[in-house]
């Protein structure tokens, strides 16, 4: 008889390990076994808990993203400036180590062809580009534009780091260009 309380601990356990072996593998082609054997359990638990690989995937991504979202609010306690907040929690250590941008990676390209990804991913493209609109409303001539190019640039970054791992401090060269934009903008 299975203990009581072990289901959202082996949850856990099995999206850990997805984003583990995605992050280790590089892309998603990595079988339920595999998973299940970095979570310390058979595959048979993993499709008990999930269902398939996809369901897995899925429930990785929605981590992540919780993940993000905490990080975005941690930081929004430490830095004034909710844009330079953002900036700074997309490029957390938590976040931008080479495993979890791999598995970000990854689930972009799921999101190509699972319409429940494309969705996660659509939702989080979507919170992003407000979240830093609003933050940037009386700062810039365009907050909308300018909220698009960071989050194309966070995107670019992530994409460099997933191939070639920079050395570079990512936040500081968003922020930096985002001071250029906030310069180029006429103060009322």
Same mark, same amino acid.
């Given at each position: 008889?299975?203990?009581?309380?072990?289901?959202?601990?082996?949850?856990?356990?099995?999206?850990?390990?997805?984003?583990?072996?995605?992050?280790?593998?590089?892309?998603?082609?990595?079988?339920?076994?595999?998973?299940?054997?970095?979570?310390?359990?058979?595959?048979?638990?993993?499709?008990?808990?999930?269902?398939?690989?996809?369901?897995?995937?899925?429930?990785?991504?929605?981590?992540?993203?919780?993940?993000?979202?905490?990080?975005?609010?941690?930081?929004?306690?430490?830095?004034?400036?909710?844009?330079?907040?953002?900036?700074?929690?997309?490029?957390?250590?938590?976040?931008?180590?080479?495993?979890?941008?791999?598995?970000?990676?990854?689930?972009?390209?799921?999101?190509?062809?699972?319409?429940?990804?494309?969705?996660?991913?659509?939702?989080y493209q979507r919170r992003l580009r407000s979240n830093l609109t609003h933050s940037?409303?009386g700062q810039v001539a365009d907050p909308a534009e300018v909220a698009d190019v960071?989050?194309?640039?966070?995107?670019?970054?992530?994409?460099?780091?997933?191939?070639?791992?920079?050395?570079?401090? /990512? /936040?500081?060269?968003v922020l930096s260009l985002l001071q250029v934009l906030r310069a180029a903008t006429?103060?009322?």
């Amino acid at each position: 008889m299975p203990k009581i309380g072990m289901e959202p601990i082996r949850r856990d356990a099995l999206v850990k390990a997805t984003i583990a072996e995605v992050g280790i593998h590089g892309s998603l082609n990595v079988s339920v076994s595999q998973i299940a054997k970095r979570a310390g359990m058979s595959s048979a638990l993993a499709h008990h808990y999930f269902g398939g690989k996809d369901q897995i995937f899925l429930a990785a991504m929605r981590y992540l993203l919780r993940e993000f979202r905490q990080e975005v609010l941690r930081a929004y306690h430490a830095f004034p400036d909710r844009a330079e907040a953002i900036i700074r929690a997309s490029f957390a250590k938590t976040h931008f180590d080479p495993g979890t941008v791999a598995a970000w990676m990854a689930f972009y390209v799921q999101a190509q062809t699972n319409p429940a990804a494309r969705r996660l991913l659509s939702l989080y493209q979507r919170r992003l580009r407000s979240n830093l609109t609003h933050s940037l409303r009386g700062q810039v001539a365009d907050p909308a534009e300018v909220a698009d190019v960071l989050a194309a640039l966070i995107d670019g970054i992530y994409i460099r780091r997933a191939l070639a791992a920079p050395d570079t401090d /990512a /936040a500081a060269q968003v922020l930096s260009l985002l001071q250029v934009l906030r310069a180029a903008t006429p103060q009322t």
